[in-house]
Protein backbone atom coordinates (compact mmCIF):
# COMPACT_ATOMS: atom_id res chain seq x y z
CA UNK A 1 0.00 0.00 0.00
CA UNK A 2 0.90 3.51 -0.09
CA UNK A 3 1.49 6.67 2.16
CA UNK A 4 1.64 10.06 2.47
CA UNK A 5 4.90 11.31 2.00
CA UNK A 6 6.33 7.88 -0.37
CA UNK A 7 7.33 8.88 -3.90
CA UNK A 8 6.74 7.33 -6.78
CA UNK A 9 8.24 7.31 -10.45
CA UNK A 10 6.25 7.53 -13.05
CA UNK A 11 8.09 5.96 -16.38
CA UNK A 12 7.13 7.65 -18.61
CA UNK A 13 7.34 11.27 -18.06
CA UNK A 14 10.60 10.31 -15.74
CA UNK A 15 8.92 12.23 -13.40
CA UNK A 16 8.76 12.04 -9.68
CA UNK A 17 5.61 12.25 -7.29
CA UNK A 18 5.39 12.40 -3.60
CA UNK A 19 1.65 10.69 -2.21
CA UNK A 20 -0.63 13.40 -0.70
CA UNK A 21 -3.68 13.88 0.71
CA UNK A 22 -6.24 11.31 0.91
CA UNK A 23 -9.41 12.37 -1.46
CA UNK A 24 -10.94 9.29 -1.06
CA UNK A 25 -11.44 5.38 -0.36
CA UNK A 26 -13.85 2.45 -1.22
CA UNK A 27 -13.61 -0.99 -0.95
CA UNK A 28 -11.49 -0.76 -3.52
CA UNK A 29 -9.05 0.67 -2.23
CA UNK A 30 -8.09 4.49 -1.46
CA UNK A 31 -7.27 7.62 -4.08
CA UNK A 32 -4.70 10.39 -2.94
CA UNK A 33 -3.47 13.32 -4.37
CA UNK A 34 0.16 13.34 -6.26
CA UNK A 35 2.37 16.26 -6.35
CA UNK A 36 5.08 17.15 -8.09
CA UNK A 37 8.55 17.15 -6.82
CA UNK A 38 9.54 19.89 -9.23
CA UNK A 39 7.68 21.79 -7.32
CA UNK A 40 5.51 23.14 -10.08
CA UNK A 41 1.95 23.35 -9.72
CA UNK A 42 0.01 20.59 -11.59
CA UNK A 43 -1.65 17.29 -9.57
CA UNK A 44 -2.27 14.24 -10.47
CA UNK A 45 -4.20 11.32 -8.54
CA UNK A 46 -3.21 7.87 -7.60
CA UNK A 47 -5.53 5.31 -7.21
CA UNK A 48 -4.35 2.44 -5.01
CA UNK A 49 -5.63 -1.37 -4.92
CA UNK A 50 -6.69 -2.71 -1.09
CA UNK A 51 -5.09 -6.39 -1.47
CA UNK A 52 -7.00 -9.05 -2.86
CA UNK A 53 -9.22 -6.40 -3.69
CA UNK A 54 -8.74 -7.22 -8.35
CA UNK A 55 -8.10 -10.32 -9.62
CA UNK A 56 -4.71 -10.74 -12.04
CA UNK A 57 -6.70 -10.52 -14.92
CA UNK A 58 -8.56 -7.15 -14.05
CA UNK A 59 -4.80 -6.01 -13.43
CA UNK A 60 -3.59 -6.65 -17.01
CA UNK A 61 -7.28 -5.23 -18.12
CA UNK A 62 -6.46 -1.65 -16.12
CA UNK A 63 -2.48 -1.87 -17.12
CA UNK A 64 -4.08 -2.32 -21.50
CA UNK A 65 -6.68 0.36 -20.63
CA UNK A 66 -3.47 2.26 -19.44
CA UNK A 67 -1.48 1.73 -22.37
CA UNK A 68 -4.46 3.52 -24.67
CA UNK A 69 -5.12 6.95 -25.68
CA UNK A 70 -8.11 8.74 -24.20
CA UNK A 71 -11.42 8.72 -26.20
CA UNK A 72 -11.59 12.21 -25.09
CA UNK A 73 -10.80 14.98 -22.53
CA UNK A 74 -13.92 14.45 -20.44
CA UNK A 75 -12.11 10.88 -19.09
CA UNK A 76 -9.92 10.76 -16.56
CA UNK A 77 -8.07 8.10 -18.05
CA UNK A 78 -5.36 5.69 -16.84
CA UNK A 79 -2.20 7.31 -17.38
CA UNK A 80 -0.13 4.98 -15.69
CA UNK A 81 0.14 1.74 -13.71
CA UNK A 82 2.64 1.67 -10.49
CA UNK A 83 3.10 -1.55 -8.84
CA UNK A 84 5.03 -2.31 -5.17
CA UNK A 85 7.35 -5.23 -4.14
CA UNK A 86 4.58 -6.64 -1.96
CA UNK A 87 2.76 -6.86 -5.25
CA UNK A 88 -0.19 -4.25 -4.96
CA UNK A 89 -0.49 -1.71 -7.54
CA UNK A 90 -2.66 1.06 -8.58
CA UNK A 91 -2.75 3.45 -11.36
CA UNK A 92 -1.88 7.40 -12.10
CA UNK A 93 -4.87 9.35 -13.45
CA UNK A 94 -5.40 13.82 -14.04
CA UNK A 95 -7.52 14.93 -11.01
CA UNK A 96 -10.69 16.34 -10.93
CA UNK A 97 -10.44 20.23 -10.57
CA UNK A 98 -12.32 21.75 -7.94
CA UNK A 99 -15.19 23.44 -9.59
CA UNK A 100 -16.56 20.18 -10.57
CA UNK A 101 -19.16 18.39 -8.33
CA UNK A 102 -20.53 14.71 -8.68
CA UNK A 103 -23.60 14.19 -10.61
CA UNK A 104 -25.65 12.90 -7.25
CA UNK A 105 -25.18 16.33 -5.97
CA UNK A 106 -27.61 17.45 -8.89
CA UNK A 107 -30.07 14.53 -7.84
CA UNK A 108 -29.43 15.23 -4.58
CA UNK A 109 -30.79 18.71 -5.27
CA UNK A 110 -27.76 20.19 -3.64
CA UNK A 111 -26.63 22.10 -6.82
CA UNK A 112 -29.35 24.02 -8.85
CA UNK A 113 -29.64 23.04 -12.47
CA UNK A 114 -31.69 24.96 -15.13
CA UNK A 115 -33.07 22.62 -18.42
CA UNK A 116 -30.37 24.30 -20.57
CA UNK A 117 -27.17 22.83 -17.66
CA UNK A 118 -29.22 19.38 -17.68
CA UNK A 119 -29.26 18.81 -21.25
CA UNK A 120 -25.56 20.31 -21.79
CA UNK A 121 -24.44 17.44 -19.33
CA UNK A 122 -26.77 14.57 -20.70
CA UNK A 123 -25.73 15.49 -24.23
CA UNK A 124 -21.85 15.78 -22.79
CA UNK A 125 -22.85 11.91 -21.78
CA UNK A 126 -23.73 11.00 -24.59
CA UNK A 127 -20.83 12.21 -26.41
CA UNK A 128 -18.17 11.16 -24.15
CA UNK A 129 -19.45 7.09 -24.60
CA UNK A 130 -19.79 7.67 -28.28
CA UNK A 131 -16.15 8.06 -28.35
CA UNK A 132 -15.28 5.09 -25.86
CA UNK A 133 -17.88 3.01 -27.95
CA UNK A 134 -16.24 3.75 -31.26
CA UNK A 135 -12.76 2.50 -30.11
CA UNK A 136 -14.42 -0.65 -29.31
CA UNK A 137 -14.41 -0.37 -25.70
CA UNK A 138 -17.29 -0.33 -23.18
CA UNK A 139 -17.98 1.00 -19.46
CA UNK A 140 -19.55 -1.31 -17.87
CA UNK A 141 -20.79 0.46 -14.94
CA UNK A 142 -22.47 3.90 -16.06
CA UNK A 143 -24.13 5.60 -12.97
CA UNK A 144 -24.14 8.88 -11.12
CA UNK A 145 -21.08 7.94 -9.25
CA UNK A 146 -18.46 7.91 -12.41
CA UNK A 147 -19.85 11.38 -13.95
CA UNK A 148 -19.04 15.11 -12.39
CA UNK A 149 -19.60 18.10 -13.89
CA UNK A 150 -18.82 22.09 -13.62
CA UNK A 151 -22.42 23.78 -12.48
CA UNK A 152 -20.92 26.92 -14.69
CA UNK A 153 -19.91 25.42 -17.91
CA UNK A 154 -21.76 22.29 -17.87
CA UNK A 155 -18.38 20.30 -19.13
CA UNK A 156 -18.48 16.55 -17.88
CA UNK A 157 -15.87 14.32 -16.73
CA UNK A 158 -16.22 10.67 -16.85
CA UNK A 159 -13.90 8.59 -13.77
CA UNK A 160 -13.37 5.45 -12.17
CA UNK A 161 -12.28 4.39 -16.01
CA UNK A 162 -10.70 0.93 -14.86
CA UNK A 163 -13.99 -0.25 -15.34
CA UNK A 164 -13.50 -0.22 -19.50
CA UNK A 165 -12.59 -2.94 -21.30
CA UNK A 166 -13.05 -4.25 -24.39
CA UNK A 167 -16.48 -4.93 -25.95
CA UNK A 168 -16.98 -8.66 -25.71
CA UNK A 169 -12.90 -9.42 -24.73
CA UNK A 170 -12.00 -8.46 -21.57
CA UNK A 171 -13.07 -9.41 -17.95
CA UNK A 172 -15.15 -7.25 -15.83
CA UNK A 173 -14.89 -7.17 -11.96
CA UNK A 174 -18.19 -5.62 -11.83
CA UNK A 175 -21.67 -6.13 -13.28
CA UNK A 176 -22.64 -2.19 -13.03
CA UNK A 177 -25.01 -0.30 -10.18
CA UNK A 178 -28.01 -2.20 -9.61
CA UNK A 179 -30.41 0.94 -10.63
CA UNK A 180 -28.30 1.23 -13.74
CA UNK A 181 -27.99 -2.50 -14.73
CA UNK A 182 -29.51 -3.55 -18.23
CA UNK A 183 -32.59 -5.96 -17.23
CA UNK A 184 -30.64 -9.02 -18.87
CA UNK A 185 -28.27 -8.66 -16.05
CA UNK A 186 -30.52 -7.78 -13.38
CA UNK A 187 -31.78 -11.51 -14.20
CA UNK A 188 -28.25 -12.95 -14.48
CA UNK A 189 -28.71 -13.49 -18.34
CA UNK A 190 -26.01 -11.19 -19.78
CA UNK A 191 -22.34 -9.75 -18.88
CA UNK A 192 -21.62 -5.77 -18.80
CA UNK A 193 -20.78 -4.04 -22.62
CA UNK A 194 -21.48 -1.87 -24.97
CA UNK A 195 -25.52 -2.97 -25.73
CA UNK A 196 -26.00 -2.78 -21.67
CA UNK A 197 -23.99 0.56 -21.55
CA UNK A 198 -26.96 1.97 -24.26
CA UNK A 199 -29.51 1.06 -21.41
CA UNK A 200 -27.39 2.85 -18.44
CA UNK A 201 -26.98 5.68 -20.55
CA UNK A 202 -30.98 5.95 -20.87
CA UNK A 203 -31.58 5.77 -17.66
CA UNK A 204 -28.68 8.26 -16.47
CA UNK A 205 -30.11 10.85 -18.75
CA UNK A 206 -33.95 10.17 -18.27
CA UNK A 207 -32.84 11.00 -14.28
CA UNK A 208 -30.58 13.99 -15.58
CA UNK A 209 -33.60 15.42 -17.03
CA UNK A 210 -36.59 13.85 -15.18
CA UNK A 211 -34.90 13.85 -11.91
CA UNK A 212 -36.50 10.57 -11.69
CA UNK A 213 -36.10 6.73 -12.20
CA UNK A 214 -37.20 5.66 -16.04
CA UNK A 215 -38.68 2.48 -14.52
CA UNK A 216 -40.38 3.44 -10.63
CA UNK A 217 -44.01 3.71 -11.24
CA UNK A 218 -46.46 2.71 -8.92
CA UNK A 219 -45.63 -0.91 -8.64
CA UNK A 220 -42.53 0.42 -6.56
CA UNK A 221 -45.48 1.53 -3.95
CA UNK A 222 -46.32 -2.31 -3.73
CA UNK A 223 -42.92 -3.12 -1.71
CA UNK A 224 -42.47 -1.75 2.22
CA UNK A 225 -38.67 -0.76 1.31
CA UNK A 226 -36.88 -1.23 -2.12
CA UNK A 227 -34.42 -3.96 -1.26
CA UNK A 228 -32.62 -6.38 -3.53
CA UNK A 229 -35.68 -8.62 -4.30
CA UNK A 230 -37.82 -5.36 -5.05
CA UNK A 231 -34.97 -4.19 -7.44
CA UNK A 232 -34.55 -7.58 -8.76
CA UNK A 233 -38.49 -7.53 -9.75
CA UNK A 234 -38.96 -4.24 -10.87
CA UNK A 235 -35.67 -3.38 -12.36
CA UNK A 236 -35.52 -7.12 -13.98
CA UNK A 237 -38.12 -9.44 -14.52
CA UNK A 238 -41.02 -6.86 -14.67
CA UNK A 239 -39.36 -4.01 -15.83
CA UNK A 240 -42.30 -1.55 -17.60
CA UNK A 241 -41.24 2.15 -18.01
CA UNK A 242 -43.52 4.42 -16.27
CA UNK A 243 -44.68 6.45 -19.72
CA UNK A 244 -44.63 3.18 -21.47
CA UNK A 245 -48.11 3.78 -24.63
CA UNK A 246 -49.04 0.65 -24.13
CA UNK A 247 -49.49 -0.13 -20.27
CA UNK A 248 -50.12 1.96 -17.60
CA UNK A 249 -49.23 -0.74 -14.84
CA UNK A 250 -46.35 1.05 -13.91
CA UNK A 251 -47.79 4.65 -14.84
CA UNK A 252 -46.33 7.46 -12.08
CA UNK A 253 -48.42 7.77 -9.06
CA UNK A 254 -49.75 11.56 -9.44
CA UNK A 255 -49.45 12.37 -5.63
CA UNK A 256 -45.93 10.09 -5.27
CA UNK A 257 -44.45 10.65 -8.67
CA UNK A 258 -45.18 14.52 -9.27
CA UNK A 259 -41.92 15.12 -9.81
CA UNK A 260 -41.72 13.38 -13.29
CA UNK A 261 -45.23 13.87 -14.13
CA UNK A 262 -44.39 17.78 -14.34
CA UNK A 263 -40.91 17.51 -16.28
CA UNK A 264 -42.10 14.91 -18.21
CA UNK A 265 -45.03 17.17 -19.63
CA UNK A 266 -42.50 20.26 -20.21
CA UNK A 267 -40.26 18.12 -22.68
CA UNK A 268 -40.75 18.24 -26.82
CA UNK A 269 -42.31 14.76 -28.09
CA UNK A 270 -38.68 13.75 -29.90
CA UNK A 271 -37.05 13.65 -26.67
CA UNK A 272 -39.98 11.54 -25.09
CA UNK A 273 -40.11 9.10 -29.11
CA UNK A 274 -36.49 8.30 -27.48
CA UNK A 275 -37.09 7.42 -24.01
CA UNK A 276 -40.36 5.04 -24.98
CA UNK A 277 -38.04 3.51 -27.69
CA UNK A 278 -35.45 2.81 -25.07
CA UNK A 279 -37.36 1.76 -22.47
CA UNK A 280 -39.65 -0.25 -24.43
CA UNK A 281 -38.13 -1.97 -27.82
CA UNK A 282 -34.68 -1.15 -25.78
CA UNK A 283 -35.63 -3.38 -22.44
CA UNK A 284 -36.92 -5.96 -24.71
CA UNK A 285 -34.62 -5.95 -27.85
CA UNK A 286 -31.13 -4.75 -26.87
CA UNK A 287 -29.55 -4.26 -30.21
CA UNK A 288 -33.27 -1.40 -30.37
CA UNK A 289 -31.48 0.65 -27.67
CA UNK A 290 -31.22 4.11 -28.49
CA UNK A 291 -27.65 4.92 -30.33
CA UNK A 292 -24.87 7.43 -28.42
CA UNK A 293 -24.96 9.32 -31.92
CA UNK A 294 -29.14 9.44 -32.07
CA UNK A 295 -29.41 11.11 -28.35
CA UNK A 296 -26.39 13.32 -29.55
CA UNK A 297 -28.37 14.45 -32.11
CA UNK A 298 -31.47 15.24 -30.45
CA UNK A 299 -30.17 16.70 -27.63
CA UNK A 300 -28.34 19.63 -29.05
CA UNK A 301 -31.56 20.00 -31.46
CA UNK A 302 -33.46 20.18 -27.15
CA UNK A 303 -30.67 22.65 -26.43
CA UNK A 304 -31.23 25.15 -29.71
CA UNK A 305 -35.14 25.14 -28.21
CA UNK A 306 -34.84 26.33 -24.84
CA UNK A 307 -36.27 29.81 -24.73
CA UNK A 308 -36.40 32.07 -21.61
CA UNK A 309 -39.97 33.02 -20.49
CA UNK A 310 -39.45 36.80 -20.11
CA UNK A 311 -42.02 37.37 -16.95
CA UNK A 312 -40.06 35.08 -14.56
CA UNK A 313 -36.85 34.21 -16.21
CA UNK A 314 -37.48 30.17 -15.88
CA UNK A 315 -36.27 28.30 -19.10
CA UNK A 316 -38.68 26.29 -21.14
CA UNK A 317 -38.75 24.82 -24.09
CA UNK A 318 -40.46 25.18 -27.80
CA UNK A 319 -41.45 22.77 -29.97
CA UNK A 320 -44.20 19.91 -30.79
CA UNK A 321 -45.71 18.22 -27.86
CA UNK A 322 -45.24 21.41 -24.93
CA UNK A 323 -47.36 23.65 -23.28
CA UNK A 324 -47.54 27.00 -24.24
CA UNK A 325 -47.29 28.75 -20.96
CA UNK A 326 -44.24 28.86 -18.65
CA UNK A 327 -44.10 26.38 -16.12
CA UNK A 328 -42.90 28.25 -13.10
CA UNK A 329 -45.56 31.28 -13.55
CA UNK A 330 -48.10 30.49 -16.12
CA UNK A 331 -47.16 33.22 -18.50
CA UNK A 332 -48.02 32.78 -22.06
CA UNK A 333 -45.05 31.95 -23.95
CA UNK A 334 -45.55 33.91 -27.32
CA UNK A 335 -43.98 31.60 -30.25
CA UNK A 336 -39.80 32.96 -30.25
CA UNK A 337 -38.51 34.24 -33.60
CA UNK A 338 -36.29 31.22 -34.77
CA UNK A 339 -32.60 31.17 -36.39
CA UNK A 340 -33.37 28.13 -39.17
CA UNK A 341 -30.05 26.32 -40.06
CA UNK A 342 -29.80 23.08 -42.76
CA UNK A 343 -29.90 20.98 -39.60
CA UNK A 344 -31.58 22.77 -36.49
CA UNK A 345 -33.88 25.27 -35.65
CA UNK A 346 -32.43 27.29 -32.67
CA UNK A 347 -34.87 29.46 -30.76
CA UNK A 348 -33.97 33.19 -30.04
CA UNK A 349 -34.27 34.94 -26.83
CA UNK A 350 -32.74 37.33 -24.82
CA UNK A 351 -28.83 36.19 -24.22
CA UNK A 352 -29.64 33.41 -26.99
CA UNK A 353 -26.27 32.13 -28.35
CA UNK A 354 -24.86 30.60 -31.41
CA UNK A 355 -22.14 28.27 -31.15
CA UNK A 356 -19.25 26.86 -33.25
CA UNK A 357 -21.98 23.88 -33.74
CA UNK A 358 -24.52 25.11 -35.29
CA UNK A 359 -22.03 26.17 -38.37
CA UNK A 360 -19.97 23.33 -38.04
CA UNK A 361 -22.11 20.65 -36.70
CA UNK A 362 -19.38 19.40 -34.22
CA UNK A 363 -21.43 19.25 -31.22
CA UNK A 364 -18.78 22.00 -29.78
CA UNK A 365 -20.73 24.40 -27.59
CA UNK A 366 -17.91 26.04 -25.78
CA UNK A 367 -16.39 28.15 -28.67
CA UNK A 368 -19.45 31.33 -29.49
CA UNK A 369 -19.93 33.07 -32.79
CA UNK A 370 -23.03 35.17 -32.22
CA UNK A 371 -25.18 36.47 -29.43
CA UNK A 372 -28.96 37.45 -29.06
CA UNK A 373 -28.60 41.26 -27.80
CA UNK A 374 -30.22 44.58 -26.95
CA UNK A 375 -29.65 47.64 -28.68
CA UNK A 376 -28.03 50.06 -26.04
CA UNK A 377 -30.10 52.93 -26.13
CA UNK A 378 -33.41 51.62 -28.27
CA UNK A 379 -36.03 48.63 -27.44
CA UNK A 380 -34.52 47.06 -30.47
CA UNK A 381 -33.10 43.22 -30.16
CA UNK A 382 -29.85 42.26 -32.78
CA UNK A 383 -28.19 39.28 -33.42
CA UNK A 384 -24.17 40.22 -32.94
CA UNK A 385 -20.89 38.82 -34.46
CA UNK A 386 -19.17 37.69 -31.37
CA UNK A 387 -16.81 35.71 -33.56
CA UNK A 388 -14.07 36.25 -36.08
CA UNK A 389 -15.14 35.98 -39.19
CA UNK A 390 -17.88 38.39 -41.24
CA UNK A 391 -20.84 37.53 -42.05
CA UNK A 392 -23.29 38.90 -44.70
CA UNK A 393 -26.90 39.62 -44.10
CA UNK A 394 -29.74 39.55 -46.64
CA UNK A 395 -32.16 41.66 -45.08
CA UNK A 396 -35.34 41.95 -47.19
CA UNK A 397 -35.68 45.07 -49.74
CA UNK A 398 -32.10 46.13 -49.02
CA UNK A 399 -28.35 45.40 -50.51
CA UNK A 400 -26.75 42.58 -48.85
CA UNK A 401 -24.77 43.76 -45.50
CA UNK A 402 -21.37 42.80 -44.28
CA UNK A 403 -21.57 41.93 -40.25
CA UNK A 404 -17.75 42.52 -39.10
CA UNK A 405 -17.08 40.83 -35.64
CA UNK A 406 -18.48 43.02 -32.82
CA UNK A 407 -21.36 44.38 -35.30
CA UNK A 408 -24.74 43.09 -34.85
CA UNK A 409 -27.81 42.76 -37.60
CA UNK A 410 -31.46 43.45 -36.58
CA UNK A 411 -33.91 40.96 -36.06
CA UNK A 412 -35.88 41.19 -39.14
CA UNK A 413 -37.90 38.40 -40.55
CA UNK A 414 -36.92 36.54 -43.15
CA UNK A 415 -33.54 37.58 -43.17
CA UNK A 416 -30.71 35.14 -44.59
CA UNK A 417 -27.43 34.99 -42.51
CA UNK A 418 -24.36 33.76 -44.28
CA UNK A 419 -22.21 32.53 -41.30
CA UNK A 420 -19.07 30.69 -42.94
CA UNK A 421 -20.21 28.39 -45.33
CA UNK A 422 -23.82 27.97 -43.57
CA UNK A 423 -26.50 29.79 -44.50
CA UNK A 424 -29.52 30.65 -41.67
CA UNK A 425 -33.27 32.26 -41.80
CA UNK A 426 -34.70 34.76 -39.27
CA UNK A 427 -38.54 33.27 -38.87
CA UNK A 428 -41.31 33.75 -36.70
Same mark, same amino acid.
Given at each position: MVRPGDVVTLRRSATQWTVGRLLGEGGQGTVHELVPQDGSARRLALKWYAARSVSEKQRLAITAVAARHSPGPMFLWPMEVISAPDGSFGYVMPIRPPEFVGLGEMLRGRVDVTPSLAVRLSLGMAHGFLLLHSQGLCYRDISFGNVSFDPRSGAILICDNDNVGVDGESESGVLGTRRFMAPEIVRGEAKPGSETDLYS *?????? +?????????????? *?? +??????? #????LFGDRALFVFDPTDDANAPDPVEHQTVLANWAIHPEPVKRLFVQAFGEGIRNPQRRVRESVWRATLA???? #?????? #???????????????? &???? #????????????????? *??????? +???????? +????? %????? %???? %???? &?? *??? %??SATWEARIPGREPTQIEPGQAVALVPDTVLRLGDVEARLAT
Open positions: *LAVLIF +YVLMVHHPLLGRRE *LE +YPCLDRD #AEGDRLLD #AVRTCE #ACGRENFSGPGVPTTC &WGCS #AVLPKPMRLVFPHTELA *LGAGTRI +YRHHIAKD +YDYER %TVGEV %TRHP %TRDV &WG *LRN %TG
